[in-house]
């Protein structure tokens, strides 16, 4: 799941940069409302969620936000902000946020309902995201199998997580790289592949289909 | 004495009706003056000329007899003066001199019957003609004029003098001069009352536009109006235009100071969010005590920015806020932050004109605090109702969730406790919303909730009627 993180506070930014990365997040970080723009609206790489702080320097968030959904981006957005009054929160949610937290905040808080956003945006009402006998946690970020723990890296686990919240889809290869790697990445495509026959091993067999020339799908045995 | 001045003074109307009334007064006053003072003038002139027509028609009809006595060669065309007690009298004294004594009504009018005038002595000469008052008959005052004529000498009688005199009751002309003095203060009167009537309607008519701009203060108080509305006259004009700025002026400082407020949490918080993200990361006695503290400072910078706003709220006048959208955006709010517990939120039908008195932002924080408490609690539902009561806006807000214990309630509103520490929030809520609520004249309570859970109601002033 690949994360943009909007804030003009460079200590902030950084902790919650690394409080994602932690959480198995890609995470991208803009530091003023120019560039969030133009990364949040890419149509090519878009991002998993936004969390999104309002006081920004050269564009504030409000204006940003509401240019992203004008161009139709969907991603879930999460405000932070330290004004917090009613007010603002009525302008927040009717400028196309999906949730708000008020500065300062509990990361557990913020790292829970970045969860339920991501979650929700792809049609799962439950916490625990289920696929034949895998079971993926996503408050603790722990899968399971038959309800024994698996263990998985890092990246496994970002393409494992990815491909549960896209069940019975068909996911690219350019979208895994996309949603596992943060900008900044080297990326090499073929590392895909090597993550994907990992995961095949450590997984019940037939879980994850190859879709020849277009990608990969996770589907539920019957 | 201060306190009648203030009175008297103190008044427009009363200032420029004293001014016309007392100008009016003074002019009829010198006016009435004037004119009976002509008038009397006048009468007196004809009281005078008549007088001394007798006078003369008494000295052509004088005659003496062959004894040289005088006597009247026909008597006075006036029948007054054959008419007894008439007012009108003449009368011919002889005067006294070395060879006789002096004669007191040697001839007289009919009308003095048998009594005489009494006339002071006075010498004169030939011709002149004098004017006295004295004390006729019946006790009345009467105007007199007298002439004498010197005789001389003849064949039996020594050189004599004969005073004659014609005198007439002074009511003959006091009479009449009453009667006009009366018609004269009555028409004057009458000139005064339908001049003090023009006054009045006048000052009406002059001070009208300050009645319509009390009028449209009144409406700016009760927020029916942000603005002094209307025409108002030239003079008045200015005034409405500065008070108008100085409306304008003052909405702007509360705007500048909300905003202030929010740059100050701005500045405030995001430090606070970074000292607890070092703190959260970290194990140890610093690590814990600056999560508490920060915890402690967010509260405390909760509050005092929520009592700044507070402070700068009500101040403006002329400002009101629909409900129906107000509560419909903080649903929205509430849809999305509690969309995981799947919440059924229902607005009840309201009238759409259904409004308070106030700021929409002092309304949300209000309502929002409430919705944030029962979205909290509620397992399943919150109903919000709205109705106008004894000319107040009623808004009941019910949930299905634990409720809250009646001898908790009093404490939850005025201290701002939180009812659990558990659920996140700062627990400032309700003591924000009681706050804002008072300063609104409005309040807010706690009862049981027929769905289960706790209501929360709340009154505020609205400009809205049936």
Known sequence: ?222 | MAHLHTRLFGSLRIRLLAGTLLWIVASLVIAGWVLSGMFRHHVEQQFLAELKTHLDQLAANLEFDDKDRPALSSTLSDPRLSKPYSGLYWQIDGIASKQTPAEVGLLRSRSLWDGALTVPVEHSMEGEIHQHRIAGPGGATLGMIERTIFLNETRNQASRALRLVVAADEQLMIAPLERFNSSLWLALGVLGLGLVIAAIFQVAVGLAPLQRLRKALSAVRSSETQQLEGDFPAEIRPLVEEFNSVLVQNTEIVERARTQAGNLAHALKTPLAVLANAAAGENGELARLVSEQVDTARRQVDYHLSRARTAAAVRVPGRHTLFLPTVEGLVRVMRRVHAERQLELVVQPMADKLDFRGEEQDLQEMLGNLLDNACKWAKQRVEIQAILAQEQLVITLDDDGPGIATARRATMIHRGVRADEQVPGSGLGLAIVDDLARLYGGQVDLADSPLGGLRAILKLPSTYSD
């Open chain 1, 1 to 222: 799941m690949r994360i943009l993180v909007v804030e003009d506070e460079p200590t902030l930014a950084t902790q919650l940069a690394a409080a994602l990365r932690d959480a198995d997040y890609a995470v991208d970080v803009a530091h003023n409302g120019v560039d969030a723009h133009y990364l949040g609206d890419d149509e090519g790489k878009p991002y998993d969620a936004v969390i999104l702080d309002l006081g920004l320097p050269q564009m504030d968030g409000l204006t940003v936000l509401r240019k992203w959904r004008a161009s139709g981006r969907t991603m879930p957005v999460l405000i932070l902000t330290a004004r917090d009054n009613w007010h603002e929160k009525v302008a927040g949610i009717d400028a196309g946020a999906d949730d708000y937290l008020a500065k300062p905040f509990h990361m557990e808080e913020l790292l829970a309902r970045l969860r339920a956003l991501i979650r929700r945006a792809g049609g799962h009402a439950s916490a625990k995201l289920r696929c034949g006998r895998v079971v993926l946690d996503t408050r603790n970020s722990r899968v399971s199998v038959d309800g024994l723990p698996l263990t998985l890296t890092s990246h496994e686990f970002r393409v494992l997580d990815y491909l549960m919240h896209h069940q019975g889809k068909i996911v690219t290869r350019s979208d895994l790289i996309e949603h596992i790697y943060a900008q900044d990445f080297d990326r090499d495509s073929n590392t895909v592949e090597v993550f994907i026959a990992r995961l095949r091993k450590k997984l019940p067999p037939g879980l994850i289909e190859t879709e020849r020339g277009l990608g990969y799908r996770l589907v539920s045995p019957q």
